[in-house]
């Protein structure tokens, strides 16, 4: 049974139900009788599988299914993750696997996070599916960082905390091998989970969607205090934080939910730590393929929203527009674009047209007056 790994975190009952301790949501799951091989696995019901359907529950044992499972591993510039502060202009290892912890219906991923909609809904030929995803081994992702000049691997695509066992053992490989361990995360894992993975991550983009718990209980089923939580140890553990979020019309754009999240990063975390903008996209969408995308002056409320709360470093793509308008406006500290601006004296630090990157700073810090920009190596 090489590929179905047994669960670091759950807790195992005398009935043989087992309550997964990976994330908040501490699904019960209930035992399959069958035997425990994936040929065996063809009878499973839903009640046998975690919300996230990477989870199952054979004979009272808890096995991970995506252990080892990839479904992409790309090579990209850091920027993609998006990260902008944290080596800007360097290679990172991409890897995913599937599954996901939340349900947002705007998911842009969502053929590789929602397949646990799939496998609970049928959870026989979900698995097959599943099952053909390729396999690979923790050192062969290593192994592939170094030879293509990677500075770090980046867990993402999919939420890495639901593979939580393979994605460990590459963290640990990782530094061994003195390369970066960087999260793209929606921050929703539970204390324990918190306690094993924060030693080994050294940067995350954590996706902040809203700072409304109704939003987050009704629209991602999820919890926003778990992910406020998280946020704050990941900074208080030095960790490099970046914050993302997808900004969806009439949902979480509205101003008191945008000042409070800007408001949340500048106090909790610090003024510093760089805030992107997202764009939603109707027609990758999983299931809102009918509603408005976001348009340049939604974005541009936003931005001055996060301004006005003290953010210092704004991202957003697209908006040609928007930026002759700020420069006209003769005050680069309005505008809304990829590069960074010094936030002392407003001079060019980094400049960045897609994904090419031209640095103007000196070691992080403005080369014109000295201030810090928190532009780590
Ligand atoms: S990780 Fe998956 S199985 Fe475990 S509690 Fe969360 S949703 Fe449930
Ligand atoms: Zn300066």
Same mark, same amino acid.
């Given at each position: ?64 299914? /995506? ?7 790309? &090579? $990209? ?14 290679? &990172?290892? #991409? ?20 397949? =646990? ?7 026989? #030929? ?21 030879? /293509? ?13 639901? #593979? @939580?066992?393979?994605? !460990? ?14 999260? &793209? ?5 539970? +204390? ?9 991550? $050294? ?20 919890? @926003? *205090?778990? *992910? ?28 008191? /939910? ?26 990758? =969408? ?18 001055? *929203? ?13 908006? +040609?527009? !928007? ?15 990829? $590069?960074?601006?010094? #936030? /002392? ?25 000295? +201030?810090?920009?928190?532009? $780590?190596?």
């Amino acid at each position: 049974m090489s590929d179905l790994k047994e669960a670091l975190l759950y807790e195992k009952f005398s009935s043989g139900v087992a309550m997964c301790e990976l994330c908040p949501r501490n699904c019960i799951i209930m035992p399959y009788r069958g035997d425990v091989c994936w040929e065996s696995l063809s009878n499973l019901k839903k009640e046998n599988l975690g919300f996230c359907g990477t989870r199952v529950n054979l004979k009272g044992k808890l096995y991970a299914i /995506n252990y080892g499972r990839v479904t992409s591993l790309d &090579v $990209d510039p850091i920027e993609k993750k998006p990260l902008f502060h944290f080596h800007p202009g360097n290679k &990172v290892l #991409s890897f995913g696997s599937f599954g996901c912890n939340l349900r947002c219906p705007n998911c842009h991923n969502w053929e590789i996070s929602q397949t =646990s909609s799939l496998i609970n809904s049928c959870p026989a #030929s979900a698995l097959s599916i599943v099952k053909n995803f390729s396999a690979i081994e923790a050192n062969e992702i290593v192994n592939q960082a170094l030879e /293509n000049n990677c500075f770090g691997i980046s867990y993402t695509f999919n939420e890495p905390t639901v #593979s @939580l066992e393979f994605v !460990l053992e590459v963290m640990r490989l990782a530094h061994k091998a003195k390369l970066k361990n960087i999260w &793209v995360t929606n921050g929703f894992f539970s +204390q324990k989970t918190r306690k094993i993975i924060l030693p080994w991550i $050294d940067a995350a983009n954590v996706d902040l969607k809203s700072f409304n718990q109704k939003f987050y209980r009704s629209h991602c089923k999820g919890s @926003l *205090i778990t *992910i406020l939580r998280n946020i704050e140890a990941m900074g208080n553990q030095g960790i490099h934080l970046e914050i993302s979020t997808l900004l969806l019309s009439k949902l979480n754009n509205d101003f008191q /939910n945008l000042f409070q999240l800007a408001t949340f990063i500048v106090k909790r975390i610090s003024p510093y730590t760089p805030w992107h903008l997202l764009n939603f996209s109707a027609s990758v =969408s999983w299931q809102m393929q009918d509603w408005p995308s976001i348009d340049d002056q939604e974005i541009k409320k936003a931005f001055k *929203i996060g301004k006005e709360a003290g953010l210092k470093f704004i991202y957003a793509r697209r908006l +040609q527009a !928007l930026n002759q308008e700020a420069k006209q406006e003769q005050d680069s500290s309005q505008n809304i674009s990829l $590069d960074t601006f010094c #936030s /002392n004296c407003q001079a060019l630090a980094v400049k960045r047209s897609e994904y090419a990157v031209e640095r103007f700073d000196e070691n992080g810090s403005c080369q014109k007056c000295g +201030q810090k920009l928190f532009l $780590d190596y």
